[in-house]
């Protein structure tokens, strides 16, 4: 017994081991060949990827992922969008059903960490929606809509409210929404009642630097510190938790010293070690830069690299976080990068991924 099973590990092929992963991308279909989302079988090991099928649907740029549910706004130019939910099963989606968002331009959802409430964040319509989800991943009813009012330093990119994210914390208990039209962090207990969870009427609010634009955050694990990337300014404004209060500290830049050029600050990232943090600028830069976190919440950057692309909407961290994937939008092309989880560098593996206006990357 103990030749022939030597013997079978002998012959048995190394990639038998190797561990499929669905990966799924959210792009833009209108002006472009995308049919879609789009999913992927995702090799751990080696970071191969094959295509697995395709999933019709208007201009999915954003998505979320509840176990085996699949949340998509379609951010459908120029009118109001709306949210559709999917099943996941055998490597397909099955179309569950949709709703109007509540506002032009959704570009951002999020399942609640319990996973019955969605958030959306409509860009141009300068509002977050909340959905209720049945438990077979249905959206039930549209449950709230806050409509923001106002406008931000900027007379062209802030003349009203640009409603760009919205993030539960991780325990669920606050919701946080991106204004990037006001400069502004608006901050919403989450309440439980039986089964059902509600907003109150009232947020605290968090002023982010003029003229910046906060787009997406992050926290650190302990929620001590939160980091929001600012879209116009291609920098990242640090706070850190003072009782109840987030205490402004202070902004690093995203891009290599000496650059010049349009900013287009995108996505922030941390790793699951709350060690490194990374954000991109899809301006003129088109780099992702590497910062490690010091103890007291400091940002001290150690790289910065070319995306090998255009437009690098949204990036991912591999589940294990020995990858990191940037989709860059306008090269139609997403590229994988392997992850130093000792030092946090990014070094270019050679291998990407063809597909037509990547915006999201989910696992």
Excluded at 24 to 33: D, E, L, W
Excluded at 107 to 117: A, D, I, M, N, R
Aim: net charge neutral; with cysteine.
């Amino acid at each position: 017994m103990k030749k022939a099973f030597i013997y079978l590990m002998t012959i048995l092929p190394l990639a038998s081991f190797a561990q499929q992963i669905p990966m799924f991308v959210g792009t833009y279909t209108s002006k472009t060949a995308s049919k879609g989302i789009y999913i992927y079988n995702f090799d751990v090991k080696t970071g191969e990827t094959t295509l697995s099928s395709t999933q019709e649907s208007k201009d999915p740029s954003f998505l979320a992922r509840n176990n085996n549910f699949i949340y998509a706004v379609n951010e459908v130019p120029n009118q109001e969008g709306s949210v559709s939910a999917y099943s996941f099963k055998d490597g397909h989606l099955t179309f569950l059903n949709s709703l109007p968002s509540g506002g032009e331009s959704p570009c951002f959802v999020e399942v609640h960490p319990k996973g019955s409430l969605l958030a959306v964040a409509n860009y141009t319509g300068g509002s977050a929606a909340l959905f209720d989800l049945e438990s077979n991943g249905v959206l039930s009813k549209r449950a709230r809509l806050i409509q923001h009012e106002g406008k931000g330093v900027d007379p062209v990119r802030q003349e009203k409210p640009h409603v760009h994210s919205t993030f539960f914390s991780n325990k669920g208990d606050k919701l946080y929404v991106q204004d990037l039209g006001l400069d502004e962090i608006s901050i919403y207990p989450v309440s439980k009642t039986g089964n059902a969870y509600s907003l109150a009427d009232e947020s605290e609010d968090i002023f982010t630097p003029a003229g910046g634009g906060p787009r997406h955050i992050v926290f650190d694990k302990k929620e001590k510190f939160l980091y929001v990337v600012l879209e116009m300014t291609g920098q990242i404004a640090s706070y850190k938790k003072d009782g109840d209060a987030w205490m402004y500290q202070s902004t690093f830049d995203i891009n290599p010293e000496g650059f010049k050029g349009n900013n287009g600050g995108a996505d922030i990232k941390m790793s699951a070690d709350g060690k490194f943090l990374y954000a991109t600028n899809r301006g003129d830069a088109n780099t992702i830069a590497t910062f490690s976190v010091e103890k007291d919440g400091e940002l001290k950057k150690i790289a910065n690299l070319s995306v090998k692309g255009k437009g690098p909407r949204n990036f991912n961290l591999s589940p294990d976080g020995k990858y990191l994937l940037v989709a860059n939008q306008y090269t139609n092309n997403i590229v994988l990068f392997s992850r130093d989880a000792k030092t946090g560098l990014l070094t270019d593996t050679g291998k990407e991924i063809a597909v037509p206006a990547p915006v999201c990357i989910i696992f």
